[in-house]
């Protein structure tokens, strides 16, 4: 069995081959693209559980390609770049990726950043709501689905997992700490632009008005609430 099917897109052929027999040797099945056209192309075609994207490439850039990516898939996305500016971290999650790999990067760190990615939310299946009705949106969690007056929002893996994390745990804040090492892994904890992202994300797909939230709240410098009527 494989351990998932990873999409390795970037504009050098000797990464590509790295990166290739690395993630072959863990189990994993690989394909490759040289660029972000070339990479889109192959979404037509078949079905992918994670994309390393490097995030300089020539042409179609990672962080168009991956906007591209989202338009249309909740498939896990980490980014890779030289570059590990702030701006260039929040600009890769703001287009969509999951997380953000500053080359060089040691495998090890690679393949951790990998699991975290394709990991599930550690939210008890037994302990999930079926369902949740914040104003006019309904959350049904048993299908990972989000419908707004008889339209789906389209929510990525770790936006709903995130979601999901909060609503069990309904009015009461959960630390930034918690949240990162729930959703993302026990390597994480610092990471709060991740949080600041992706909670703004979720505000832009859940509340009426995302600039005044009504649900989803931030405890200033601890961490964040889903409130809702007891």
């Given at each position: ?7 390795v897109v ?5 990464i590509?081959?790295?990166m290739r ?8 099945e690989?394909?490759d ?6 990479c ?6 078949t079905?992918?559980?994670?994309v ?11 962080v168009?390609t ?15 770049t ?14 969509g ?7 060089p ?21 037994e ?15 048993k ?6 007056r ?5 929510l ?6 995130l ?10 804040t ?9 959703i ?16 703004n994300?979720?505000?832009q ?7 005044t ?18």
């Amino acid at each position: 069995m494989s351990e998932g099917h990873i999409l390795v897109v970037d504009d050098e052929s000797q990464i590509r081959r790295v990166m290739r027999t690395t993630l072959v040797s863990q189990g994993y099945e690989v394909s490759d693209a040289r660029s972000g056209d070339e990479c889109l192309g192959l979404f037509r075609s078949t079905v992918y559980d994670l994309v390393l994207l490097d995030m300089n490439m020539p042409g179609l850039n990672g962080v168009e390609t991956c906007r591209c990516i989202r338009m249309g898939s909740d498939v896990a996305i980490i980014m890779l770049t030289v570059r590990n500016t702030l701006k260039d971290k929040i600009d890769a999650l703001d287009a969509g990726a999951d997380d953000y790999v500053t080359k060089p990067f040691s495998t090890p760190e690679l393949l951790a950043r990998i699991r975290a990615a394709l990991r599930r939310s550690a939210t008890s299946a037994e302990l999930e709501p079926e369902h949740l009705q914040l104003g006019h949106i309904e959350i049904d969690f048993k299908a990972r689905q989000v419908i707004s007056r008889n339209e789906h929002i389209r929510l990525t893996g770790k936006e709903f997992d995130l979601l999901s994390y909060l609503a069990v745990r309904r009015n009461k804040t959960i630390t930034h700490r918690e949240l990162l090492q729930a959703i993302w892994g026990p390597d994480y904890g610092g990471e709060l632009e991740y949080l600041r992202v992706f909670i703004n994300r979720l505000r832009q797909k859940i509340e009426q008005i995302p600039a005044t939230p009504k649900y989803l709240l931030t405890d200033l410098r601890i961490g964040y609430r889903l409130r809702l009527p007891e």
